[in-house]
């Protein structure tokens, strides 16, 4: 098993400009998220979907699309970057929806907005 | 909402030092704790858990236990290594969040030999 993977590992992009950060997960996971990491704030989740099909907001949504269309894949989208989402993202992906479970990671994308 | 605070770092200490990190939170509920690690440059990864009061979750030399009567989860080791320099956060998933998980904002630990 790959676990989570996301790419790219790094990314420089202009102000207005859209880019996708990948995420895919071959552990058949029914949830996954994306968080963005930023100093001296933990990490704070952007979008997080059930189940192929659904996708609801988290704490920090705006600027951010999600699309699930199959349970292995959940890009997040940029559609005009700001130096405000100059961040480090995360994808994580857990068996079910319980809060007991673990949560697994990947290896993250940095990304900085000019 | 729920929220969870963790101790000010940086924490800087010698190898075979013991370490304790504070995690305290809110929550309706009962909650999962979780510790989970970052070492430089990866991604996050789960240090250990408890999922009710009373339980000790340990791994790796790390153990917390889940505190509910002081709301606590606070991390400790007995001798730290060098290997252990990362950034820990604590983080809580609510009864019915869905998995979601509330992260501290963590602290980074650097052991020096």
């Known amino acids: 098993n790959a676990g989570v993977t996301q790419t790219p590992k790094f990314q420089v992009l202009k102000t207005g400009q859209s880019m996708t950060l990948q995420c895919a997960q071959d552990m058949n996971h029914e949830y996954m998220s994306w968080y963005r990491q930023d100093p001296g704030m933990g990490l704070r989740l952007i979008h997080y979907?059930?189940?192929?099909?659904?996708?609801d907001q988290g704490e920090v949504p705006n600027g951010y699309n999600v699309s699930r269309s199959t349970t292995e894949d959940f890009p997040l989208r940029l559609l005009s970057a700001a130096p405000s989402q100059t961040s480090v993202y995360f994808c994580?992906?857990?068996?079910?929806?319980?809060?007991?479970?673990?949560?697994?990671f990947g290896p993250g994308t940095r990304l900085t907005v000019l | 909402g729920d929220s969870v605070t963790q101790m000010e770092g940086p924490v800087t200490l010698s190898e075979e030092a013991f370490l304790t990190i504070n995690c305290t939170y809110t929550?309706?509920?009962?909650?999962?704790l979780f510790w989970y690690v970052q070492y430089p440059g990866e991604g996050l990864q789960l240090l250990l858990k408890?999922?009710?009061?009373?339980d000790k979750g340990s791994n790796k030399g790390f153990e917390a236990t889940y505190r509910k009567e002081t709301t606590s989860f606070h991390l400790e080791k007995g001798s730290v290594q060098v290997s252990d320099s990362a950034v820990y956060f604590c983080a809580l998933a609510g009864g019915t969040s869905y998995g979601k998980l509330t992260f501290g904002q963590g602290t980074i630990l650097t052991v020096h030999p």
């Open positions: 979907s059930v189940g192929a099909g659904i996708t």
């Open positions: 929550a309706t509920g009962y909650p999962s």
């Open positions: 994580a992906s857990t068996p079910t929806l319980t809060s007991t479970d673990t949560q697994y």
């Open positions: 408890a999922t009710k009061a009373d």
